[in-house]
């Protein structure tokens, strides 16, 4: 397949850290080129043991290090719009974490622009697309042989959430994994949300609104329902039930080692996101790198970036009003 | 425990032919002594081959025949106020099936007719209580050891609907029984109703409205939610994950041999209640039947069914308002 | 189905008094008629509350008492083949725990005690057939859909082992369980046992050779290995895998609440037979009621019980030996 | 890590092919440098669309190519010693797949060569090493909290057997995975093998027997058997079950997606060893390639190969005499 593809890391915290290790050690095809980070030690640290990278504190100075051939965004969400942007000038292809940009105008924007280039750059970094049971789940519902999609019941849990942490978060951070998700299982808009509180639980921070209940409706009747819980205590779970008009199909149970003992038969389960997900992480960005390689974009694009932040914005409404909230989208520029 | 405990089976349809083969040939210390149908052919019928038992088409007749010592009615619900108000003026024990009475106001007639006795008579025939998952279940949510139950998720599938079903009794016929549950788990009232319709499966009957998601809010502030879907074609699946704050548990789950074959590992789905809730049903007989012997009233009541009543009376007014609709319930007498 | 069936119980240890609470108050259709053993006090204790019951120390004294109609022999095995033969006297039906008599030679007098009545009068306490799971499992097998049956993986644990337990208990009285059912899922006669010996558990009494491996021949070349354990310390599982010839099926593994907390997702697993096995005994005296009130005797017979002597015989010499010893049957009498 | 690692692949066949498409498309930090086949239109289309590669036909020659600094040699077992012995003439690392040598003295032929270089130079393809959930038991019985291991019941099943495969393939190609993963597990070697055989299924090639159940022991008296099963018609199943002295695990159960539909609820089953072990291949060249770009050799040795020919050689003979054989293991030269 030719050359190493050069790749300049934006951001080196703790998701793009991880991504730097991943070009070095786990993806073939690629190396890292450059790396940047406001705290330029932070940068030096993420970068040692590599060689032919440079450092930079200035992100737009990265594009343009030599061996750059493709960009890798990591930053936090609010440096996202600028980074692209300088990346579609440039005609640099980039993988961007999500969210692709927190407000969905901004996010629009981005749409425009790419829209505007007239061929696709980005790929927006909906990770669970490349997750092993997801990807089964999809050509399962795909297939048709379940008939038509009618529910998908979800559950997404972590053990605790970080100091900074925020109730909105939980719809716009962690739902928006769910948003996606279900965009893409059932290959339909979501035109609704509504978000329920439950009575919080004792162990959440106080004043965080932890549990939520969210629902989604599909532009074709379809009702997603997800349950969020970032303080529960036990474990990362992620879970999703399609429901459909001939039978369902379930996906994230605990796939691990039964030890039995004097306690009961048991299972591991998953403590982070980091282990649950490091297969499709890994699936990602490799097939991010062949198809740059390759002269390719594919994944989930601006337009799913874009369409998350609308839902989830939706639903930051919803949770401080009570009630259902419409989701209003753009007009989606035609493909070309 | 002395001599066995006659009791007349008023109703001989599928459910009170059902009880009178359970008391004759399952359960230990009862014997059927009375059977009581309007059609007079169908009650001969389900009495076949029994000693000593009289048939009668007057269900009042049934009560007051030779040896009859309680009551077990299984009789259609419109049936059933005249039927305990009648028991309740012999002092009859009485086991009465679901629904104690259809309308609530009727049913708080049935309240106000016990309190006014002084004691308890009926037992309501909510045999989830006694289905050894949900006792599980409950036993755990009571010990305390996974802390405040926040949210139940649960599952009731039916592989088809009978002719006569109609939306509304996806509300007041199969989610009543996780009205009920959900009361008995949580140790709370249920203070809200919000029935919300996904796209109906192509394969419902014309015009009925399935599936059916149904949420219901306690009065401590736990959110239940409940996917009722009544031609599901794949079977009866009946489940319950309780999500507390330091932990969840769920049941339900498929429980069987599993089969690998050259089509995967495949365990059978029941495609019935009566071979879900067989253990369930006998259990219950038994603890009426060995109550009452001790003359003793157990299990849940007649309040049990008013609220019931009361709940899923407000979830088919959901049902066709499509928004929220609080449930109104009438004080407690107090237990004397 | 007419009066109750009156039963004598022999034995009133552990297992009599378990049979004497079931035959009272789980079971329909029968009643105890009179109780021996040798210890009056326990006799009198395991009927107190019972009414019409007499209690006895002599076990054929028992046989005589009034209303006596059919027996159940709970007592200890070398007690046994003169039960046996003093119901086949009197032509009571009976129904024997197993072991039906310990040695080989004396349970063959009683296959020809039988045979020369020229009717069934005796059914012997396999209670594994009544097993719902063991049930699913055999309706498998003969259905055919499988093919032939070419291995049966078995596991036998206990959590514990009582002080008499010897190390030729593991063979005869533990996996005697599974000689049966080996016999009776396959429809073969065993024809050989090799007892092998892992390293023993340092949680086992000194010198309690724990755990076994033992495989049975059976005569159409079947290979059944067990592994039995009973100083597991971590409960009581009895799992059976057929592997045919176009699948397997797997029976016994937990069906219980999964209960996920911080330590992980866990299912609760049985401590005692009479847990797991609870639901196989109930249905196997209820079946032993209903056939006799129907004058009917059915379920594993005496040339069962024979059979599984002779094999656990033939697997005690092997135990000592080490080496494989065929099994050597006795013509079966022909069934009449 | 610096420059790419370049390996010269010996054998284009099946595993070869795939290996070259693994260096070149999932391991990060390697690149095919030489690729060797007698069949040279073989060697040429496994290395298509490669840069920077040289085909050979001879496998010395692929050795010497340019840019070769290490070797994985995925020919037929019988090229096997030549090729070992010609990299540890040239100082080059290898990674050799398994079997070593099919042959025990030429096994301990390369042991000897390798232990006169004073150092390592071999890796061996015991993939099983590598998988996730051996890595999780292997973790788990070496923390100690189960006890001692007392026995590892294994189950080793495929959909059907190439056309070639013999009887004695069933335990030296098919079982010799259980075999190093049993001595990997316990930590000790295995003494004596016995190899039973039940009736053999209709479904397998005339003449072949297939399954077999083999005893494996080892030297301080754990017990391990193994059903292997290569035409079983169902799927690629390879389970584990270590039971010690406190505790048991389980490893090897389907972890797929469950699809509930009239049928049952169902889950997949692996067809084939790629997809059941594409991890473990995966993890075990990029740790290879990782320790062998550090300087290091790691992983499963020369000694380990030698053990698993020679008990392998010893259940042949196991199969053919019908009885114990004990395995004679050389003395093992001293690490240095």
Redesign the interface.
């Known amino acids: 397949?030719?050359g190493l593809l050069g790749v300049a890391v934006l951001g080196a915290g703790h998701m793009g850290a991880d991504h730097i290790r991943r070009l070095?050690?786990?993806?073939?095809?690629a190396r890292v080129a450059a790396v940047a980070d406001p705290d330029i030690e932070r940068a030096k640290q993420a970068a040692a043991?590599?060689?032919g990278v440079t450092v930079h504190t200035d992100h737009l100075a990265a594009l343009d290090a030599p061996g750059v051939a493709a960009v890798l965004v990591a930053s936090p969400g609010p440096a996202h719009e600028e980074a692209l942007l300088a990346c579609f000038a440039r005609g640099l292809p980039v993988l961007c974490e999500k969210p692709m940009v927190p407000d969905s105008a901004g996010a629009l924007r981005i749409v425009e622009a790419e829209a505007a280039l007239g061929r696709r750059l980005a790929q927006i970094g909906f990770m669970r697309r490349y997750d092993a049971?997801y990807r089964?789940?999809k050509a399962?519902l795909d297939a048709g042989r379940?008939?038509?999609p009618?529910?998908l019941?979800c559950t997404h849990r972590n053990?605790s959430s970080p100091d900074h942490f925020t109730s909105a978060m939980l719809v716009n951070s962690s739902v928006s994994h769910e948003i996606d998700a279900a965009r893409w299982l059932l290959g339909q808009e979501l035109t609704a949300v509504t978000v329920?509180r439950?009575?919080?639980?004792?162990?959440a921070p106080e004043g965080l609104i932890d549990?939520q209940?969210v629902?989604l409706e599909s532009e074709?009747?379809?009702?997603v329902?997800v349950?969020v819980?970032v303080n529960?205590?036990?474990?990362y779970?992620v879970r999703c039930e399609a429901?459909c008009?001939?039978?369902?199909?379930?996906?994230g149970?605990?796939?691990?080692?039964?030890?039995?003992?004097?306690?009961?038969?048991?299972?591991?389960?998953a403590q982070d996101y980091l282990v649950r997900f490091a297969?499709a992480y890994d699936r990602e960005v490799?097939a991010w790198v062949?198809a740059t390689r390759r002269g390719e974009v594919t994944g989930p694009g601006v337009w799913d970036g874009y369409a998350a932040s609308a839902v989830a914005e939706a639903g930051v409404r919803s949770l401080h009003t009570g009630g259902r909230v419409a989701v209003d989208l753009a007009p989606r520029p035609r493909p070309r």
Chains 1, 2, 3, 4 share one sequence.
């Open positions: 397949m030719g070095d050690q786990v993806v073939s095809g043991g590599l060689t049971e089964r789940l399962l379940l008939g038509r009618l529910m019941h053990v329920l439950p009575t919080p639980s004792s162990d549990p209940f629902l074709r009747g379809a009702l329902d349950e819980f529960s205590g036990f474990g779970q429901v008009e001939k039978g369902s199909a379930r996906i149970d605990e796939h691990t080692m039964v030890v039995t003992t004097g306690g009961g038969a048991a299972q591991e389960v297969g490799q062949d």
